[in-house]
C-alpha cells in the first residue's frame, strides 16, 4: 500500500502563513502539518509517499528532505497549480494511483493517527473517511444507507443545512484498491476531466461512482477520533487546541478560549453555567421563524430596550438598564466606583479584577465550605480596618454556591443604609435556589421597584445568559433607584449594546414564564442527584450548593489540575480552581447539566476512582 499526498495548493486564506510557503507547511504547536502526516504514515510500513506539489514546491522538498523519513517518496510536480484544481494534481500521479492500493490524504488536514489505522484494518477494499456532521464544518458532505452505501454525495454549496442531522462530512482522506483506481476511478477522473476541465475536483469523481449501483466505494464513519480541516487562522487556532500535544496542554488551550465551544461538538461542556432546560423548543422555534428579519434589520436602542427590561423585571424604565451582558454593566460600574471595596473570596472574578486592588478589601470565610452569613458580612466589614464604601455581594456566590437568603439579604441592605454603603448585589444564580414550601428564588429576586426605592444605594445585577440559558446572545440587567447612577450607565453603553436576537428574546420571555419556572424546578431536582452521586466519588468533597453548579474539594492527594485533565480524555471540561484559591488545598466546579449528561460525568469520575483511567 501507498500513500498520496495533494500539496499543489496555495492556501489563500490564511494569508501571511502562506504568503511563502505552501499550506502543509504551516506550524500546528511547532510541527508543520505535512511532517506531521509523513511521521504518521512512516510508521506504517508503505511501499512510497507520493507528494503532488506546486506552490513553493521546491521549498516543500527541501524540507522535506530534511525530516530523515524512511519511507521513500516520490514528487510530482503541478506546474500549473494556480489554473487548476485538485483533479489536475491527483490526475498527476494516476500512474502511481492504478499501481496498488492507495491511501489519499489532502496536506490541510490535521488528523491523529488512529484515523490512518482504522482505513488500513478495515476490510472494505475502498473506503471514504467520514465524519458526522458538526457545525464548524465546511464542504462536501454525504448521506448514508445503514450499511455505509453513499446515497448521496453533496458539495458545500447544496447543503440543506435544515437536513444537517442525516449529513457526514468527507474528511478528504480516502483508501482506493489498486483495482478500484485502475477500472474505475481512474477512467472516470480522466472523463470528467475531459469533459468539465482541470478546474474541478477529484471529489465530483467520487460523486458519480458513489451513486452507481455497484456501490464500489462505501463510507467509513469516525467515532470520535479527532481531526481538523485547516482553511484560515481560526481553524489553525482550533486546530493547536485540539492538537496541544498533551492533555494538559489541550486544557489550557480550551480554557484560555473562554467560550466558543460549539467548535468543539463533541466537548460537553461542565464549565460554563447556563440553564439547561429554557429556552423551550417552542421560544426557539419562533426565533428560527423570525431569523431573517432578525439578522437583517437594526435593534432597537438603549431607550426601548430599558422599556423592555423594565416591563419583565416590573422595575421602572429609569432605574433599570440592558447591556451585552452583565459583564459590560459590571466593567461600567466598577470603573464608577471610588474608595474602598468589598469582595468575598472566593467569588465571581470578574468585579475584583475590574477594581485596583490596592483599594480591595477581602473577606474570606473561615471554614472548609467557605460559607457565610449576611451576620458574618456585617460583623466583619464594621471592624476597624474593614470598612468599606461599596460591598460586592454574588448571592449565591460563585464558585462556593453560598446563598444567603431573603431575611439575610434584608439585614444587609438595612445595615448598608444605615452605614451609607453602596451594596451590589449580583443574584445571576438566585434564580436557581431551592426554598422551603412552593415558594421559587425567582418570587424574591431584589429586581424589585419596592425594594430598589427602599435604598438609593442598593444596585442589583442580574445575567440573563446564565439564568436563562442564552449566553450566545449576551444580556444582563442592572438596577438601581439611583437615577443619576443609571443615567451614567446608560451614556456609557453603545445606543446599540444589545442585538436584535437578545431584544426578540426579551421582548418575548414574558409568555414562556411558566417553562421557566418547571426548568428552575428540574435544575434543582438535577443539582440534588448530582451532589448526591458526587458524594459518593471518593475523592471529590461536593460542597453544598444553592446554584446551578457544585464546588468540589479533591482529596486523596489527587490535583484540580489531574482530575480536570483526566476528564478532558472523555471530552468532559470542568472548571480547575485551584489558581483561584489559595489555601493549599484544590477544587473543581462542575456545572449542573442534565441527567443524561450529569450520569456521563459520573460514569468518568467513577471509572477514575476505580484506577481505570488513572493518570
Known sequence: MQAIILAAGMGKR??????????????????????????ILDKKQLSRIVIVAGYEGRKLMDYISTLAIQTPICFINNEVYDKTNNIYSLALAKQYLVSEDTLLFESDIIFEEALVDIL???????????????????????????DDS?????????????????????????????????????????????????????????????????????????????????DDIQDLDIAESLFAGTIQKRYDAIASRYGGHWRYPKLLDFCYLVNPYFPPQK????????????????PSGMRINSLLASRNFGVRPEHIVIGNGAAELIKVLMEHTEGPVGFIRPTFEEYPNRYDSALSVVFTPDNEDFSYTAEDLIRYFDSPGHTVGTLVLINPDNPSGNYIDCEGLKKLIDWARTSSIRLVIDESFSDFAELPGDTQALDLSLLNEEVLQSYSGLFVVKSISKSYGVPGIRLGVLASSDEAAIALLKKEAPIWNINSFGEFFMQNSEKYKKDYRESLKKLAADRSGLIKELSSVSFLRPIPSQANYVMC??????????????????DIFIKDLTSKLHNGRQYVRIAVRNGEDNLRLITALKAMADGAEAL
Open 120 to 146: 488500513m484494518e478495515d476490510s472494505r477494499e475502498t473506503l471514504a473517511l467520514v465524519d458526522k456532521f458538526a457545525s464548524w464544518m465546511d464542504g462536501t458532505c454525504m448521506v448514508l444507507d445503514d
Open 553 to 570: 474539594e479533591v482529596t486523596e492527594g489527587r490535583t484540580s489540575r489531574e482530575i480536570a485533565c483526566e476528564l478532558l480524555k472523555h
Open 150 to 230: 453513499i446515497k448521496d454525495f453533496i458539495p458545500g454549496k447544496y447543503l440543506k443545512f435544515e437536513d444537517k442531522g442525516g449529513y457526514y462530512k468527507t474528511v478528504n482522506i480516502y483508501k482506493f484498491s489498486q483495482h478500484f483506481s485502475a477500472n474505475t476511478y481512474v477512467p472516470f477522473l480522466e472523463a470528467y476531466a475531459k469533459a468539465m476541465g482541470n478546474n474541478e475536483y477529484y471529489e465530483s469523481v467520487i460523486k458519480l461512482i458513489a451513486l452507481l449501483e455497484t456501490k464500489e466505494i462505501k463510507a467509513k464513519r469516525l467515532n470520535g477520533e479527532v481531526w481538523y480541516e485547516i
Open 14 to 39: 490564511l494569508k501571511e502563513y502562506t504568503a511563502e510557503n505552501t499550506k502543509c507547511m504551516v506550524k500546528v504547536n511547532g510541527t508543520t502539518l505535512i511532517e506531521r502526516a509523513l511521521r
Open 283 to 298: 421560544m426557539l422555534d419562533e426565533m428560527k421563524s423570525n431569523f431573517e428579519i432578525l439578522i437583517s434589520e437594526y
